[in-house]
């Protein structure tokens, strides 16, 4: 089968990988793709976000399937547009892809099917936010309600703080129409898991668990970006607590979807807190995480492709999805200054990679025969092991053989998960 995949980051360098490995994968295009996953897979030059030039490629490439895996695509109706040209797709449609793409929609669902989550009221003027928030118990988190590139939710720590930011975002629109509705929520503390499931509409098939490190510096400290780091399995996340979780949330959520008339198929994730009153949804993305793929997939024993199919045609079955018992790190190389100013165009020196080694680009491109840096996140250093230390420690090695001028990544990926471990 050709499959068309649509996407050009790290996540997707990690999908295509995977579904190289498949039986029935034929010829793989990219659309954008990047200069590392030209290795891979064709890449051909048309955006995310450009659906009638995904579905123009679709028809004159002849693919069998379609994989859509970024927010943006999903929400504007890619697979709608794609499924309506004939191709078969893996990815929600844009009625189902709303759970990501508006956090008033998400909250509704939540409250009105009894889905443990944060309070939180929802605001339309700025009057009124500032108003509420003169009252309110700091911390408080501040979420634009539509798509923010990872940067729409605020944690606000005095008035002071709430009203500049109510400002930036209903006011002075720094995330466009995505900042006209805003959510003002209840501050939670826990841990934070990622699960990310397959569900064909009718049965959740969880994936192995991971953590994610989302601030820019050692110890959870500076600024909040794409993701510098995962691990997988989540050592927080145990039998118990996934259990209570498929209970309360998994099935409650792919049923409520399917009650307001949205079936969902697809990747489902889910961002949530162990909090002292019980796992609790933070956020629900339409679409598999970056960088959790980097390390959720490597682990994955079973056919890819053939899960994809089988969410599609729904019968999917918990048999087909099977994980290996062993852990992965994936630490993310980035350029200098990310996420805020940082320089590019660096060549890369890329090192022979091992059976239990990956390495995913998010950020290069290909210039005189030289992949050199294009981006914040530049490419993710991934390893697999018995134990979550051996993974750590040789994600970290295999970083330590890449080379690329003004390279900066974090030290500490999976020390917090290590030391958790410890406890058990
Ligand atoms: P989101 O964009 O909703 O994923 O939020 C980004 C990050 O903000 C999350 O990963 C959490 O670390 C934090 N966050 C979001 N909502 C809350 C909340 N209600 N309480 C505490 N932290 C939160
Ligand atoms: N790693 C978080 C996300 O993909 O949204």
Redesign the pocket.
């Known amino acids: 089968m050709d499959i068309l995949v649509v996407g050009g980051g790290g996540r997707e360098h990690a999908v295509i990988k995977a579904l190289k490995k498949s039986r029935r994968a034929g010829k793989i295009y990219a659309l954008p793709g990047n200069g590392g996953i030209a290795a891979d897979a064709e890449c051909v030059p048309v955006k995310a976000t450009d659906i009638a030039g995904i579905v123009a490629i679709a028809r004159e490439r002849n693919v069998d399937f379609a994989v859509v895996t970024p927010d943006d695509p999903l929400v504007m109706g890619c697979v709608d547009a794609l499924e309506a040209a004939g191709v078969p797709c893996f990815g929600p449609t844009k009625d189902a892809a709303i759970i990501e793409g508006s956090?008033v929609f998400s909250k509704n669902l939540m409250k009105k099917y009894g889905i443990p989550t944060?309070a939180?009221e929802v605001f339309t003027d700025p009057a009124a936010a500032e108003e509420y928030l003169r009252t309110a118990h700091y911390?408080t988190?501040i979420?634009a309600d539509g798509l923010?590139l990872?940067?729409?939710?605020v944690?606000v720590g005095s008035f002071d703080e709430a009203q500049k930011t109510i400002r930036e975002m209903m006011v002075d629109k720094v995330f466009g129409a995505s900042g006209e509705r805003v959510l003002i929520?209840?501050?939670?503390?826990g841990p934070?898991v990622s699960v990310l499931s397959f569900t064909d509409g009718k049965i959740v098939v969880p994936m192995v668990s991971s953590m994610?490190h989302?601030r820019a510096k050692d110890n959870d400290e500076g600024l909040?970006t794409g993701g510098m780091g995962t691990v997988a399995p989540n050592p927080y996340y145990t039998p118990e607590i996934a259990a209570e979780c498929m209970e309360k949330i998994f099935l409650p959520t792919v049923r409520a979807m399917n009650a307001e008339g949205r079936t969902f198929k697809g990747c489902l994730y889910f961002?949530l807190?162990l909090t002292a009153d019980g796992p609790k949804v933070?956020?629900y993305n339409c679409r598999f995480g970056d960088p959790e793929t980097q390390v959720v997939l490597p682990l994955l024993q079973s056919d890819l492709l053939e899960i994809m199919l089988a969410v599609r045609g729904g019968s999917l079955r918990p048999d087909m999805v099977r994980f290996s018992p062993g852990a992965a790190c994936c630490v993310v190389l980035a350029s200098e200054g990310y996420p805020k100013k940082y320089e590019t165009g660096y060549p890369i020196t890329m090192p022979e990679v091992g059976a239990n080694e990956a390495i995913y680009v998010a950020g290069a491109k290909f210039e005189n025969g030289q992949l050199v840096t294009s981006g914040g996140r530049v490419l993710g250093a991934v390893a697999t092991a018995d134990t979550l230390k051996g993974a750590v420690d040789a994600a970290y090695a295999l970083a330590g053989r890449i080379h690329f001028e003004n390279a900066y990544m974090r030290r500490d990926i999976g020390r917090r998960a290590l030391m958790a471990q410890g406890k058990q």
């Open positions: 956090k944060a939180s911390p988190v979420k923010a990872g940067k729409g939710a944690i929520e209840e501050f939670l503390t934070e994610d989302k909040n961002g807190m933070i956020e």
